[in-house]
DNA sequence: TATGAATGAGTATTCATTCAT
DNA sequence: GATGAATGAATACTCATTCAT
């Protein structure tokens, strides 16, 4: 079991496929729709071959939770780093992270959906990954430290106007992930309308 | 089966059980994760039972959904009846048909999760309530056209404002369904924070 | 109990509904297909009602086989005699009496299927009526018997010779049932042909 | 879902039991009356184990009606070319091809059952071996023709005359399996007494 | 006379999982 | 490293039937 455990973390040319089978079931169906065999019969091996590789189904949601995280924090900063490597002040660098985090959704609705739409209630010991949402969540209350130190922005509780942010680019995602296909013309604009207002009302 | 469809408006107080235990489930699972047993289990009545007051788990769902349509438009509509009464002006009504649509999600989570976040891909003839969503969508729409026409607002496309509200107010509601308890003491703070915020940022 | 198999002989508008739709099911499923609520659903009265009138499904089928086997002995006598009150040879008599069984066939697909083809395995007490279908049989030796009388025929196995027509007979209905629509054109040829050549073999 | 398609062809032990099982089954009982569990009781296996071996109950029906045909073809061309290498003429071998037709149902009730009486209404996929059923026939025309051919058989319809043989063998075959049981004493007299006289019919 | 209410058993099928190889 | 074999429990849904009214 321990042995088990510890190869759990090596990577593995199937170990990818089957998470990348999970994340594309977990795009059109939910938790419930997403099975074992589904998964085998998509990267065409035994269903048994995957429980050698996972201790069992909630392994599965939990290491693609761990990827999609990991992930979706990677993107995050690596356009922020871009953003102040091309010498954004601190306002736009901020508003560079919100956009990214809409983008991170719309390339890749599977991961989003797990991470931030579906409830993974079945999943006990997934509580524990939980720490890695309040990463992002950093990110953004120092992206809004930043802006208040250089004077861009004028705020009294930095968490909660991390909160509200966060809750309008979760609102903004998913209504484009559910309500719109890929393909939506207005989509853009919306995006920076929503973003431009609510930091315009954030104000100076 | 025809003596089934001709009652099932009939109210009956095992339809009632029926959905509130429906409902209730869907509140922590996915539409998958609900199933005719589990309802049953519920009510303490055999899963056969149900299906003498529904056809099938679709027309469950259905009922749901209609029911929580009816609700939730109630709910706004009142709210802003009541605003205009009290002789707010648009702009106010505007703000409270808001502020309404997140309380209604804190109020009835399940039926909240099931009306917007819950995808109920299983269920094909369920698109057809799809309208009573956009009956919600109206209801916004026209509140940010009477807050232009009386001078509050200065605005170049009702659509998309109203999507961006619309957005925005998903996002509150959502965060405060997934990840606050039912007594987060900022609830309210963060509420007006947000709506403020993003109204100051439409302008005028 | 006494009395329920009394009222069980009354005629009833509903026991002939409920008999009829059972038999129109028959036609196109199997034993098992036949459903007492789908003979409800048929007639648009619930199933309890047909317990008012039949004691179980089995009851239905019984009275169903009844029913079936008069109209078939009916209809066979009927055609005997009015051959011979046309004053018809034995011989011919003995033909019309064949091509009625398969134009009973033909005409009563339902009925034929339940009374010779379906297997009924589950019907216990229906063996009873078991002796209705030696009534067809009988009249076949009858006819025989009186051909064989008046010369038309030489045979020395009466028993023996109907259970040959019987089979023949068998086969094209249920041929002409299984594998033909009700249009095929040769239909009248294929079973002319097959009696006038049974019967050529028969001899003298 | 590919694995057990890979190997749906290969024999197995436990494949013959299930396929086994069904035939019984389908001996006194109609398509309907032959679930998956009463298969898997009659085996002594779990229901889901049967779904190891077969997508789905369809299949095992189809793989049921491609051994029944396959030995049903099996042993007419058999004895066909038995009757031919011991020097029959195309009369005899005809009339061979014949008994061995009802031999086939006597010796195989339960296949027999399922090929020529049963209707498979609730398969739809099964329609594509009826053209297995043709197979027997066209041996039975290419037999006709061959007797015609060497003078024994004066015929102007083959096809017509093929279908009167057929009927008259389906006719015999399903009535000793129905009303008579395996140990009935005249049984050779009856299939022989009608077979001769069927062919006397025939002519020269 | 008719039916609404209720259910235990049965229908096909899918699920996650274990075990021996 | 991979899988065939096997299963108990669950899925939605249908069945014949009973009982009280």
Redesign the interface.
């Given at each position: 079991m321990k042995h088990i455990k510890r190869r759990e973390r090596e990577s593995h040319e199937i170990r990818r496929k089957i998470i990348e089978a999970a994340r594309d079931l977990f795009l059109?169906?939910?938790?419930?729709?997403v099975s074992m065999r589904k998964i085998a019969?998509r990267i065409?091996y035994?269903p048994t071959t995957i429980y050698h590789y996972f201790e069992n189904k909630e392994a599965v949601v939990r290491e693609l939770l761990e990827e999609g995280y990991a992930l979706f924090l990677q993107a995050l900063q690596q356009r922020e780093q871009e953003a102040r490597a091309e010498g954004l002040h601190a306002m736009d660098v901020l508003k560079t992270v919100c956009k990214s985090y809409i983008l991170f959704g719309l390339e890749h609705p599977g991961y989003y959906n797990i991470l931030f739409?579906?409830?993974l209630?079945?999943a006990s010991s997934i509580a524990i990954i939980e720490n890695d949402r309040s990463k992002g969540f950093e990110m953004l209350e120092a992206g809004i430290r930043k802006a208040v130190d250089e004077g861009y922005l004028t705020i009294t509780?930095e968490r909660?106007?991390a909160?509200?942010i966060?809750?309008?680019?979760?609102?903004?995602t998913?209504?484009?992930l559910?309500f719109y296909g890929p393909d939506m013309e207005?989509r853009d604009?919306?995006i920076s309308?929503?973003i431009?207002?609510?930091?315009?009302?954030?104000?100076r």
């Open positions: 059109s169906h939910g938790y419930g729709e019969d065409e035994s739409t579906t409830n209630e079945g509780d909660l106007t909160q509200s966060w809750s309008m680019l979760h609102g903004l998913s209504l484009l559910s207005s604009e919306l309308f929503t431009e207002t609510f930091f315009r009302g954030l104000g």
